[in-house]
C-alpha cells in the first residue's frame, strides 16, 4: 500500500513523515525546494505475526508494510497544488492531506477550514481537466457511449463541486475508471496536525462537522511532538505519551485509521521459511487472496486450507487443527476472514 502525503506549504508534511517512520528529512519551509518527494515506509506492527513466529521459529518473519511519499512543496500559491505534483499524487493509493491547525510564528494564523475546501477544490479541478480531455477525444471516436454517458455523470458532478468517491457507481464502473488516476477517487484521510497543548482536545467542534459533510475521516497528530516521541527508545516514549494522554503512538493510530478508510485486512501464511501478513481489501476472495502472494497461484488455484488464526494459536499446529476438525477446505470464493491462516494449494 503507497500512501501520498499531501498538504499546502507550511502544514508539517515531512514532519508528520518523519513522526510516522522514524526519518530525519528536513523539515520547515523551503525544505523541499528541490522538488524531489521524500520517501519513508513502515513495518504493520502485528501480534499475530509475532505469535505465529513463536511457533515455528522461522528463518524469516515478513510483516505488511505501508510506503509513504511525501510530495514536494508547490512551488507557487500558498494554497495551489502544481502539475508536477498532482501527476506524483495520482500514483499513489491513497491520499493522506495534513492540514496545518498548530500555531506558527513563521506564519500567519492558521485556517484549517479554508485548507480543507481549498484542496479539495485543487482535487476537483484536476479530475475536472482530465475528464475535459478524454471526452473531447471520445467525440471523435465511434463505439464509446457507455464511456462517454459515465464522464458525462462525473463532469457534472465535478462541475458543482462534489468528489467522484461520493458518487454511487457499480463496480464495472468503478473498474473502468481505474486508469484514470482520478484525485477524488482515491481514498483520502485528513491528517490535523494540532499543537501539543490541543492533542487531548482532538478534533474541534468546526472541522468535524466540515469532514462529516465532506465524509472524510481524520487521524490527530502533533507532528513536531510525534516526530520527537519517536526517536525515544520505547520504554521513555511509552512514558511520555502517557503523559500526553495518548494510549498508542502517532504510527498505530495512523495505520489504524488507514486501514478502516481503505478497508483493509491480513491474512497470514506460516511456516519454517517464513511466517508473513499479506494485505487485502476486506470481501476479497480466496482468489484474489492468492494472487496477491503470486498470480501463478491464482491462475492455478486448487483450493485453500483455512484455519482462523484463534484456532491456530488454540491448538498450537496445524496437525494439530486438523486433528480438531479446524481446517476447512475452501474454494476460489470463499471470502478471506481477518487473521485467516492460509495455505494455498495450486497446480500449473
Excluded at 112 to 141: G, N, Q, W, Y
Excluded at 160 to 177: D, F, H, P, Y
Excluded at 183 to 196: F, H
Aim: proline residues 4%; hydrophobic residues 45%.
Amino acid at each position: 500500500m503507497k500512501i501520498g502525503i499531501a498538504g499546502f506549504p507550511g502544514s508539517g508534511k515531512t514532519t508528520i513523515l518523519n513522526a510516522l517512520t522514524g526519518l530525519h528529512a528536513d523539515v520547515g519551509l523551503g525544505a523541499s525546494a528541490s522538488g524531489k518527494p521524500n520517501l519513508g515506509m513502515i513495518k504493520v506492527p502485528d501480534a499475530r505475526v509475532d505469535e505465529l513466529a513463536k511457533i515455528f521459529s522461522p528463518k524469516k518473519v515478513t510483516y505488511a508494510e505501508i510506503a509513504f511519499v511525501d510530495f514536494p512543496d508547490p512551488p507557487a500559491e500558498k494554497r495551489r497544488l502544481d502539475e508536477k505534483v498532482i501527476t506524483q499524487m495520482r500514483e499513489v493509493d491513497a491520499l493522506a492531506h495534513v492540514v496545518r491547525a498548530f500555531d506558527d510564528p513563521a506564519q500567519t494564523a492558521p485556517e484549517p477550514l479554508a485548507d480543507l475546501e481549498s484542496f479539495k477544490t485543487e482535487l476537483v479541478i484536476a479530475d475536472l481537466a482530465i475528464v475535459e480531455r478524454r471526452v473531447e477525444r471520445l467525440a471523435k471516436e465511434k463505439g464509446k457511449e457507455r464511456e462517454r454517458d459515465l464522464l458525462d455523470r462525473i463532469r457534472g458532478e465535478l462541475d458543482a463541486g462534489r468528489e467522484i468517491r461520493r458518487m454511487t457507481l457499480s463496480a464495472e464502473e468503478e473498474a473502468s475508471l481505474s486508469g484514470y488516476g482520478f484525485l477524488t477517487l482515491k481514498p483520502r484521510l485528513v491528517v490535523l496536525n494540532l499543537g501539543e497543548g490541543d492533542l487531548a482536545g482532538g478534533v474541534p467542534a468546526a472541522i468535524a462537522a466540515s469532514l462529516d459533510a465532506e465524509a472524510l475521516q481524520a487521524v490527530v497528530i502533533s507532528g513536531k511532538v510525534e516526530m520527537e516521541l519517536a526517536e525515544l527508545d520505547p520504554a521513555d516514549r511509552k512514558s511520555f505519551e502517557a503523559d500526553l494522554g495518548l494510549s498508542e503512538s502517532a504510527r498505530d493510530r495512523f495505520i489504524q485509521a488507514s486501514y478502516r478508510l481503505m478497508s483493509l485486512m491480513s491474512f497470514l501464511t506460516a511456516g519454517e521459511d517464513e511466517v508473513r501478513a499479506w494485505t487485502i481489501r476486506r470481501g476479497d476472495s480466496a482468489v484474489r487472496a492468492a494472487g496477491k502472494i503470486h498470480s501463478d497461484i491464482a491462475r492455478g488455484f486448487i483450493r485453500a486450507e483455512v484455519i482462523p488464526y484463534d484456532d491456530f494459536i488454540a491448538h498450537g499446529s496445524e496437525a494439530k487443527c486438523r486433528a480438531a476438525g479446524k481446517l476447512r477446505l475452501e474454494g476460489k470464493d470463499y471470502v478471506v476472514a481477518d487473521g485467516d491462516v492460509v495455505h494455498f494449494r495450486f497446480n500449473v
